[in-house]
């Protein structure tokens, strides 16, 4: 089954089961976005929400919520995807395979656009007020289009085959934007559209932008998949749809989708705050300049539906689109990473925070100690590239027996601090990128990054429950708390520093805690602001830690040194991941909202 378009994939859940229909109006104000969340949260069904306040237009949200129905979206074209996708990694797959030949044909036909002349989305021109204005959280700067596919093509080099397609995130209203004139593009300047502007901007020529919403759910895909620089997505889109991608292109104009819900055309030109808008880190991201698209049209499909989604802390519908490309991509890992075996970009960190990586090591096989040499290597390349240059945190091992898993998080923490000299193995990168989302950094955009490296036999066993247990803590903590072998979260007070700034306190905090003998069993110490919260499972301790600290600014050695520049700790390290005066603050539902929501399902008979 293939869907060229929304209204087809309507019908298709409706028909096997997997959509229910919210028939009294619902506010896009918090009201929408708590329901799609509590569906999401109880794997429950897509919602078509039919009377949208303020808009004509239905709304579709939890069409990705759960794994079986990302599959059932895209049973027909999966293994065609597959295919192609084996083929990159291995050429031979073919001679091995010769029957794949056949197929090879028909899925390339389907990767390149088809240009027509019209198409649904031309139906009526509408404005940018007229369109469901999703505020997901109490503190967003405004409504959001959170499935938004962005086009755009070189300005030197036009046409499909040199065109980005993204999930850049589009404010509708709010801030400084004239009303039904102006709207933020919030994008960084890593990813393709900003190298389509940088060209722009040295042309002197304003970008031309579309942004489309709806339409196949093939281009939503493709839109967020991690493609290498100078591949379309526009093209994968159309092997993800199993047939050609309708584009509408006349002289003079950006092409448009043909069987988008909407479109929304128009130009970049100038700087204007953008934000705050609840990401999902778990926080907010703050306002700050971003580029403004003058809108020239918008227009809608006579039948048009508003697909979305909430961002939040994960895990959340993100998360399962995550989950889909990691196990349509993981072959590729080793190829794109030499001597990488695995990786994980940890989702209840944030993702982009804490990344976990298996490597290899085959540096001086015959050496008499092991210690992790060629897998520093590995770890430059995964901070160099893709969207692993992103990650803040990365823990990275090789295991000659190949048993390790990045995603059995709590033993590969285990392995790890069982292994690591953190007199010799932690590698910091200060004063570089980060994730614009991330706000533990010096500045916007800028911070630190940190790999910790293990690799050859334990060095220690790590402290247990009835070990912490006979240990006394010194004064200024609060509360200590055993979370894991090897690791214990303490509670401290408040933090109240400017940005860029240590914490004397801390210091001294790290001199007393040297003098306790059995804290060399204890490598990991994390400081938080509430110790019962941080330690009660797996997924509030990722979080906390590594969505609250920056490597440089935030960690602490307990009998600390240097040698030749290089920092480490004889006994542990303490990472303090308490929120700062200087965060953005973390996302909470309003009550009140959520409240209404709850009315609203009672209402329709709605149980998830």
């Known amino acids: 089954m293939r869907f060229p378009n929304l209204q087809s994939l309507v019908i298709a859940l409706e028909q096997t089961g997997q959509l229910i229909r919210i028939k009294g109006q619902v506010d896009p104000c ?16 897509a919602l078509l929400f039919e009377r949208v306040k303020d808009s004509p237009f239905p709304m579709l949200g939890n069409i990705f919520g759960t794994q079986k129905r990302i599959e059932f979206i895209f049973q027909s074209t999966l293994k065609n995807v597959d295919l192609l996708f084996k083929l990159k990694v291995n050429p ?51 409504a959001y289009i959170t499935l938004p596919q962005v086009y755009t093509e070189d300005p ?22 004239l009303p039904n004139q102006e709207v933020g593009l919030h994008y960084q300047i890593h990813r393709g559209i900003g190298v389509h502007h940088q060209k722009a901007i040295l042309l002197g020529k304003p970008l031309a932008v579309n942004v489309f919403v709806g ?50 055309c128009g130009y970049v ?3 204007k705050p953008e934000g705050p808008f609840g990401d999902h880190l778990g926080y907010y991201s703050l306002k700050h300049d971003f580029p403004v698209l003058k809108v020239q049209k918008v227009y809608a499909r006579k039948d048009a539906i508003w697909p979305f989604t909430t961002v939040g802390r994960p895990p959340q519908e993100d998360t399962l689109f995550g989950q889909f490309i990691h196990d349509l991509t993981k072959e590729l890992v080793p190829h794109v990473f030499t001597g990488i075996k695995q990786i994980h970009a940890v989702d209840a960190a944030g993702v982009h925070p804490l990344l976990l990586a298996v490597g290899r090591e085959s540096y001086v096989p015959f050496a008499s100690e092991k210690k992790p040499q060629e897998i520093l290597t590995q770890a430059m390349s995964l901070l160099g590239q893709t969207q692993t240059a992103l990650s803040k945190y990365l823990l990275i091992a090789a295991d000659d027996q190949n048993r390790l898993d990045a995603y059995n998080v709590p033993e590969f923490f285990s392995y790890i601090l069982k292994r690591i000299d953190l007199k010799r193995d932690l590698h910091f990168i ?12 010096i500045s916007l955009n800028q911070g630190s990054k940190l790999i910790l490296a293990a690799y050859g036999q334990p060095v220690r066993a790590l402290g247990s429950q009835k070990l912490f247990a006979q240990i006394s803590w010194p004064k200024p903590i609060v509360k200590a708390t055993w979370f894991a072998p090897g690791i214990v979260v303490l509670q401290g007070k408040a933090h109240n520093l400017p940005r860029n700034q240590q914490d004397p306190e801390l210091f001294k905090l790290c001199l007393l805690l040297e003098q306790i003998t059995e804290l060399e069993l204890f490598p990991l110490l994390v400081l938080v602001d509430e110790a019962s919260f941080a330690s009660a499972n797996w997924e509030n301790f ?32 303490l990472i303090d991941a308490r929120l700062k005066s200087y965060h953005a603050p973390p996302l909470a539902e309003d009550p009140q909202a959520r409240k209404q929501a709850l009315a609203i399902l009672e209402k329709e008979k709605i149980k998830f």
């Open 156 to 177: 030197l080099q036009p046409g499909y085959a040199h065109s980005n397609l993204g999930m850049y995130r589009v404010q509708l209203s709010g801030n400084a934007y």
């Open 430 to 441: 200060t004063k570089t990128n980060l994730d614009t989302l991330d706000y533990t950094g």
């Open 542 to 573: 990722l979080w906390i830690t590594f969505t609250r600290s920056d490597p440089a600014t935030d960690i602490y050695g307990i009998a600390e040194i240097y040698h030749c520049k290089h920092w480490g700790a004889t006994k542990a390290i």
């Open 269 to 271: 030109q100038g700087l």
């Open 92 to 142: 031979l797959e073919i001679l091995k395979h010769p029957s794949k030949l056949t197929k090879l044909p028909f899925v390339l036909s389907s990767s390149w656009p088809k240009t027509v002349k019209t198409g649904p989305v031309l139906a009526q021109t509408v404005r940018i007020t007229d369109l469901p204005q999703l505020k997901s959280w109490p503190l967003d700067g405004g």
């Open 215 to 264: 339409g196949p759910p093939a281009m939503t895909l493709a839109a967020i998949m991690p493609l290498p620089e100078g591949i379309a997505e526009l093209f994968l889109a159309g092997v993800l749809a199993g047939q050609r991608i309708k584009m509408i292109k006349s002289k003079g104009s950006l092409p448009i989708s043909a069987e988008a819900d909407f479109c929304i």
């Open 30 to 45: 918090l009201q929408v976005g708590i329901i799609q969340r509590m569906a999401f949260q109880a794997q429950g069904p």
